[in-house]
């Protein structure tokens, strides 16, 4: 049988922008099908998150006309990652791959063909990589960038440049369905399952139509989001500062006894120094380790799996034999 295929698109407030990028979507997944890469069965599935404008009702209207078009909606909005993984959850019992794409054509559909040839090859996850950020102003291209050397810097594995354009397989998803988090970044938690991944690039455009529903106050979210819900680094620096400031503090001591002995201080300077000193360290290393284990707790809390197993040797059916081993 033949792969089915649901691409995924988050709609926020996008009228102007759907009824034109809705066609171009219905006519890369036709081509698709004609190709036989695909199932007839594959479909087009928007996620409505909560739009105040009329992005519902022409979400409603476009499956009416066309069978490849279905759509979800929330019941508020919850943003834009909150969105694509409902739209996967929805999918993922119902197809063989998801491509979760924007809907404002900014991400190239023709990088599709690429990803699920990739997928026949092999790979479960395929993620879509910019190849360049020219269409983006300075600020954006600086300070994106700036977030993905940060994150790996703490630790947490993204793909540099990728940001939600993705193929991903529902034996994936299944497994990502694990992941009880509430905390959502996506594009750093798909690295977490493992299985054979690839990247394929391309070049990014600007928006067809209407706005960005991501100014900074946002994009600064979700970069908080992404370091604290994938690394517990930060806490590591409160420790470490401590024990440099701890090691310094002890020099002060030192120095302040110095000082008191060599008799150019007023009374009680030393003792005054010496405590400040000794106290602000022993604080913050006190701080440091009661951190190690809210990191701790808080990785436990998630519940996230401790192993996924992608591959098992086959089990060879001898009749003869009494122990029977059933995968
Ligand atoms: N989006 C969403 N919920 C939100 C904000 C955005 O579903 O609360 C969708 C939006 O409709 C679009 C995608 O997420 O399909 C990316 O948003 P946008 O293009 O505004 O972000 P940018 O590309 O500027 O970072
Ligand atoms: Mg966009």
Redesign the pocket.
């Known amino acids: 049988m033949n792969t089915i295929l649901y691409i995924i698109?988050?709609?926020?407030n996008?009228e102007t922008v759907l009824p034109i990028t809705s066609k171009m979507f219905l006519d890369k997944l036709t081509s698709l099908i004609q190709s036989n890469t695909i199932s007839n069965s594959s479909r087009i599935l928007f996620?409505n998150?909560g739009s105040k404008d009329k992005t519902w009702e022409i979400i409603c209207n476009l499956a009416k006309q066309d069978e490849h078009f279905i759509g979800i909606s929330q019941s508020r909005?919850r943003?834009?990652q909150n969105?694509v993984l409902a739209g996967l959850m929805e999918a993922k019992d119902k197809c063989d791959i998801t491509i979760s794409i924007?809907?404002?054509g900014?991400d190239d559909i023709n990088a599709m063909d690429e990803m699920v040839e990739q997928y026949k090859q092999g790979c479960e996850i395929v993620y879509g990589v910019r190849s360049k950020r020219d269409t983006d102003t300075f600020f954006k291209r600086f300070t994106a960038e700036g977030f993905y050397k940060l994150l790996n810097w703490m630790g947490a594995e993204v793909v540099y440049n990728h940001a939600d354009y993705r193929l991903v397989s529902s034996r994936v998803l299944k497994e990502f369905a694990n992941f009880k988090e509430v905390n959502l970044f996506l594009r750093g938690m798909f690295p977490l399952v493992g299985f054979k991944s690839t990247s394929v690039y391309y070049e990014r455009h600007e928006?067809i139509a209407g706005e960005?529903?991501?100014p900074l106050t946002k994009m600064l979210s979700l970069a908080f989001d992404g370091i604290t819900s994938l690394s517990i680094k930060p806490i590591r620096i409160i420790t470490a500062l401590g024990t440099v400031i701890a090691g310094l503090s002890f020099l002060g001591v030192i120095w302040s006894i110095v000082m008191r002995f060599m008799g150019n201080v007023v009374a009680g300077w030393s003792s005054m120094t010496c405590i400040i000193c000794l106290i602000g360290g022993v604080q913050l290393v006190c701080l440091g380790i009661l951190g190690e284990y809210i990191g701790k707790i808080y990785m436990e809390v998630k519940h996230r799996p401790r192993y996924i197993i992608s591959e098992r040797t086959e089990v060879k059916d001898t009749s003869n034999s009494h122990k029977k081993v059933h995968y």
Do not use: F, L, M, T
């Open positions: 698109i988050p709609c926020y996008e996620v998150d909005n943003g834009h969105a924007d809907c404002d900014q928006r960005s529903h991501y």
